[in-house]
């Protein structure tokens, strides 16, 4: 296969990656986008996180709620839990890793705001321990994940939303991701802001 049937082939599987992801997600991310908006018209804030390339996805959502997405608009309260290096190194060496986030969401959090948690597997503990913090906060999780949800999909509870990319492959999950917070962001520019 040559160089450039590969990239062909990447090209290939993202487009139906996300055409299959199309055809059952949009209701979820429609809802999610309604949760975002009810928490953020209830003074209330949204808590990102993520780990490698999901703490990226995680740090995008929130900088295009401080700064903009595609229009002007008041800057949007968004707080994204792995850009604080001191904090995420004195409590990876202080207690462990798994609560990087949950000790952040501990001190940040209050009920009504929104964890948006981004992870391609499901099974990072760190993100698995936000979310038991968030749901002893009361604090909603719209989790995006992928493959089969792994420990996070079986821990989530009736008001919380999972968007599951269908796809086993971490480079398709994370594209979906990135389209999917594009997504969010639109809609709920929209729904705040109007046309």
């Keep these: 296969m040559s160089l450039q049937d ?3 082939n990447h090209f290939t599987d993202s487009i139906q990656t996300k055409q299959d992801a199309m055809s059952c997600l949009c209701e979820l991310i429609e809802f999610a986008s309604q949760k975002i908006v009810e928490s ?5 804030k949204i808590l990102t ?4 390339g999901s ?3 995680a740090q995008h959502f929130s900088s295009e709620m401080l700064n903009r997405f595609e229009r002007e608009r008041p800057a949007l309260p968004a707080i994204a839990l792995t850009t604080d290096t001191l904090t995420l190194t004195s409590v990876a060496n202080d207690y462990h890793f798994d609560e990087v986030f949950s000790k952040q969401l501990r001190a940040l959090g209050q009920a009504g705001d929104i ?6 597997s499901g099974n990072s503990s760190n993100i698995v321990s936000a979310v038991k913090t968030a749901h002893d906060k009361e604090i909603t999780v719209i989790a995006l994940t992928g493959k089969d ?6 821990i989530l509870n009736e008001s919380d939303i999972e968007i599951r990319v269908p796809s086993e492959s971490t480079a398709r999950i994370q594209e979906v991701h990135l389209l999917v917070t594009h997504c969010l962001c639109d809609l709920i520019d929209q729904q705040l802001f109007g046309a």
Aim: hydrophobic share 40%.
């Design 55 to 57: 703490a990226g996805d």
């Design 6 to 8: 590969r990239i062909i």
């Design 49 to 52: 996180c993520g780990n490698g």
């Design 115 to 120: 964890l948006l948690v981004y992870t391609t």
């Design 40 to 44: 953020l018209v209830n003074d209330k």
């Design 149 to 154: 949800g792994g420990a996070l999909a079986s």
